[in-house]
């Protein structure tokens, strides 16, 4: 792949979420979309509850509900063939939320029985959920037109988490949106079926990993591609780059030692054992430029703060956070090994690049896929 537009080339820290050039957009909360406001939290160390009621309204010519969870679609609209793009009304979020489509063949045409097998793919931290099919063109694959491709957006730096907000919870929610809010709309209205399979590059590497094991029997498989699987690994990681892009970090899971159960509660290796009976692959690059990379390709930027684990690593090393990344990938995928997951890997020699994402989403999608096809 050609090397990145400006907002694609992703500042490489731990959080992954910066990009080079581009000042980090205000948070939910602290702006984005407009605030509601606060919920009672749900309790950190289990999976969301149950979401509000819904309404009703016409989507798309159709008439019935087309909420989930007290969510609704305000817009829909083609943006090629077999793209269809949402504008989704989200209390979780406290505001609207963006969500593409790659619907499969037959969908304009579906009847209130038809359901299809579901790939979700996340973003990373950037929140750039068209990547897959503006960047990595996955509309033009033949073997995703049997399966409906859901590519959901992220509040900037979310952390695919329903933030602890010092405890009061509210906004952003964003576990609460996708899979209480957004998923039954789709299954309602779209035509979303019950095997599903989740995937994702960078922060959505980790969230793909975490809602599969927050959330058992929801899904057959998970793929991780440089995610941040270990937040607990390198919790100043996480810290430094909320301070670098002014995130208030505690907002999100609170102090990693008075909060600690509630990072463990969002920590893939902390929550291994739950994966039983996911089939999970993992990859991630070592930091050092590798085959992908151009020949100029430049290090990462310095970060403050960052010098104590820059010295962690090898001199050779050129991007930080995919060495990061890749530590707490490898020990992700020790700990599922010793649970009994079943678990596939790829180490390489790499930096946290779209190039790197976009290979390991075509390598991937063939186990991603037959899981959707097992019965």
């Known amino acids: 792949m050609s090397s990145s537009p400006p907002r694609r080339r992703i500042l490489r820290t731990a959080a992954a979420a910066a990009v ?7 948070l939910l909360g602290a702006a984005g979309p407009a605030r509601v406001d606060a919920r009672p939290a749900a309790r950190p160390d289990l999976a969301p509850g149950s979401a509000p009621g819904s ?10 509900p087309a909420t989930g969870g007290g969510a609704r679609v305000v817009r829909e609209r083609r943006a090629g063939e077999r793209i269809v793009d949402l504008t989704v009304r989200s209390p979780a979020l406290g505001g609207t939320a963006e969500v593409r489509l790659l619907v499969p063949d037959g969908w304009d045409e579906r009847r209130p029985r038809d359901h299809w097998p579901v790939l979700w793919l996340l973003p990373g931290g950037n929140a750039e959920h068209l990547s897959f099919t503006d960047d990595y063109g996955l509309q033009h694959e033949p073997s995703v037109r049997k399966v409906l491709v859901v590519m959901p957006s992220m509040p900037f730096y979310g952390f695919y988490t329903d933030w602890w907000n010092g405890g009061t919870g509210g906004p952003p929610a964003v576990e609460t949106f996708h899979l209480r809010e957004l998923r039954p709309l789709l299954e309602r209205d779209y035509g979303a079926g019950g095997r599903r399979a989740v995937a994702g590059e960078s922060q959505g590497g980790y969230g793909a990993v975490k809602y599969a094991a927050r959330h058992p029997g929801m899904f057959r498989a998970a793929a991780s591609w440089s995610g941040f699987l270990h937040p607990l690994m390198y919790p100043d990681a996480v810290v430094r780059g909320a301070e670098y892009l002014g995130v208030e970090w505690r907002r999100i899971w609170g102090d990693p030692v008075r909060q600690r159960h509630i990072w463990e509660a969002n920590d893939p290796y902390h929550l291994a054992r739950r994966l039983r009976g996911v089939r999970v692959h993992i990859a991630a690059g070592d930091g050092t430029p590798g085959r992908l990379d151009p020949p100029d390709v430049e290090p990462d930027e310095d970060i403050p703060g960052f010098e104590e684990l820059a010295r962690l690593f090898p001199r050779e090393v050129i ?14 995928a020790y700990r599922l090994q010793q649970e009994g997951v079943r678990i596939s890997t790829h180490f390489f020699r790499g930096t946290h690049a779209p190039a790197y994402w976009e290979r390991e989403l075509y390598a991937t999608l063939p186990m991603l896929l037959g899981a959707l096809r097992d019965r």
């Open 20 to 26: 080079s050039g581009l000042t980090a957009p205000p």
């Open 55 to 64: 309404a009703s309204s016409a989507v798309g010519g159709r008439s019935g």
């Open 319 to 332: 991007s930080l956070s995919e060495s990061i990344m890749g530590d707490e990938s490898r020990a992700v």
